[in-house]
């Protein structure tokens, strides 16, 4: 017998969308202890239908036709009281971005027991005990310190076992996820999907998986379902639906996916380092908590050093805190490094500031990771794609020329123009952030995890466009990323590192199949689904 049972769903979006309904005569059950994961790219009605199930869709979102079915009732016909006692308690959900989805003014400790007090249950001492536990079950480290600190002092795999402890506290009978390891390293990544996988086996409840990453379905899935434009397109056990797809657009899906035998080919041009870095450091110095707290040192970069060479792209990777982010902001001098060089054309911009940074600074530009934070909401793509023309020196009419010229070149239409950031999909904003990154004609770009949110589809296009682009304007590329198969089909090196440091260097082929290091050979272990590309490869089972 089914523990949850959707039939003929009918989700309304508001007039004047881009189509009718969010999600369309949608059918399914969920049986008690099964992982069904829902896969499709943004905008395909996935997460609006698991929002249904929680009775969190937007208000100006309706549910018009059909019944969603547990424990005898329809979740739809329910009131707002009924639905807070059912919501947490027996079905819960984990979101993807939980630095959004936590309170940053509470700490982690009040915010869990707050799920117990929502409820009734238990008294302010026993809550405080079972934050605790919870803390230990889900993996935290240190929980005593845990539960005393802000969501901003944890990191993001942190963060996300946080979230996990607050949707388990009451021992739901069904748990959705909502994109849970988008953002997090490979071995973060892992770390949690073990753990849901043990909370399933241990508790029996079912998992409700929504995801673009095929690697985490074929890792976890029980049965898969794909969504395209509000649609199910297709439905079935996870082996047949991944390694015998039946309908057009999940066998593109899987198409799309980036594999570690997909490799770059060696750099083309001369071995001229456009970028030399030397010694490279980096240190935070945190204020502790409390009045007597100690101050937390951090060093974020510690003595990196390598040369980046005309026409090449260099991945640097690791795991969150590995320091590679911040190894960008420093040679975009977002951030100040406090000692090394960094050596652009024989300049050390390390040493410069004002006028001399600021015109040694168009030679680099970043895209970065989340293009709806980094563009200007208030602002059309015209004046993001000007604005930094205009203020080195281009007049007007030339720089809005310049700005419908970079719009065809990143695949967008000129029209565009007129647009603010809000009315692009994910892929098209992460194209107008490569527009713009391309304005002032620099000689090196750095891309800060630049695909790492975006859906396996869109993700290859962005990816085909930056190698495109390297190509024909002979652009030198430091590409920071947390996926090793991203790495693998765009870079010719690799840099990993760890705590700060490069641990390991060399061709991405070496990297990825013959590694000096037991830190790489790790990151490569935690990569999920490499049964199943091995299974596709072949054409047999996994």
């Known amino acids: 017998m089914s523990l949850l049972s959707i039939r003929d769903l009918d989700i309304a979006l508001p007039e004047g969308a881009d189509r009718a309904y969010a999600a369309k005569d949608i059918s399914f059950d969920l049986a008690a202890g099964e992982i069904l994961c829902i896969v499709g790219e943004s905008g395909s009605g996935k997460s609006m239908s698991a929002n249904a199930v929680m009775g969190l869709l937007p208000q100006e979102v309706k549910p018009v036709r059909g019944a969603i079915t547990f424990d005898g009732q329809n979740i739809l016909a329910l009131s707002e009281a009924q639905m807070l006692e059912l919501r947490g308690r027996r079905i819960s959900m984990i979101f993807q971005e939980p630095l959004s989805a936590l309170n940053p003014l509470m700490r982690v400790g009040a915010q869990i027991a707050e799920v117990f007090e929502a409820h009734g249950q238990l008294r302010p001492q026993q809550r405080h005990s079972r934050a605790l536990t919870l803390l230990e079950e889900v993996g935290i480290p240190d929980p005593e310190s845990a539960i005393r600190a802000y969501p901003f002092q944890l990191s993001g795999g942190q963060r996300q076992r946080v979230m996990i402890a607050m949707a388990l506290a009451l021992e739901p009978d069904i748990l959705i996820a909502d ?10 990544q892992a770390q949690i999907l073990d753990l849901i996988e043990d909370l399933r086996r241990s508790r029996g409840m079912a998992v409700i998986f929504i995801t673009h990453d095929f690697g985490v379905v074929a890792d976890i899935a029980d049965r898969v379902i794909v969504m395209q434009t509000g649609e199910i397109v297709e439905t079935g056990a996870a082996d047949e639906v991944l390694l015998r797809p039946r309908h057009p657009y999940t066998r593109a899906l899987i198409a799309a996916i980036p594999r570690l035998t997909l490799q770059a080919d060696a750099p083309a041009g001369d071995r001229v380092p456009v970028l030399s870095v030397e010694g490279l450091n980096k240190t935070f110095v945190t204020g ?7 101050p937390r040192v951090v060093r974020a970069v510690r003595d990196v050093s390598f040369d980046l060479h005309a026409g090449e792209t260099i991945g640097i990777v690791g ?4 320091g590679k982010s911040t190894v960008g902001r420093c040679l975009t001098r977002l951030i100040d490094p406090d000692g090394g060089r960094v050596m652009i054309g024989g300049t050390d911009i390390a040493l410069m500031s004002g006028a001399e940074l600021r015109d040694k600074r168009r030679q680099l530009q970043m895209i970065f990771q989340d293009p709806f934070s980094s563009l200007n909401p208030r602002a059309r793509v015209s004046r993001i794609l000007t604005e930094g023309l205009i203020a080195y020196g281009t007049g007007r009419a030339q720089a809005m020329e310049r700005a419908r010229e970079l719009l065809g070149l990143v695949g967008l239409d000129p029209s565009a123009m007129h647009r603010f950031p809000h009315e692009f999909s994910g892929g098209q904003r992460q194209r107008i952030g490569i527009a713009r990154a391309l304005a002032l004609e620099p000689s090196i770009i750095i891309a800060d995890e630049a695909v790492s949110a975006l859906d396996v589809s869109i ?15 002979n652009l030198s590329m430091l590409f920071i990323t947390h996926d090793l198969r991203v790495a693998a089909r765009i870079c010719d090196r690799i840099i990993v590192m760890q705590k700060g440091a490069i641990v390991e260097v060399g061709p991405t082929g070496k990297v990825l199949h013959e590694p000096d290091t037991a830190y790489t050979r790790s990151l490569l272990d935690a990569i999920p689904g490499q049964e199943y590309e091995r299974a596709l490869a072949a054409g047999g089972d996994f």
Request: proline share 3%.
């Open 179 to 188: 994109e849970p390891t988008t953002a997090l390293d490979v071995t973060t």
């Open 288 to 294: 502790g908590g409390g009045l007597f707290g100690k």
């Open 319 to 322: 795991e969150s805190g590995s």
């Open 459 to 473: 993700q290859a296009q962005v990816l085909d466009l930056l190698a495109e682009l390297k190509a024909r304007l």
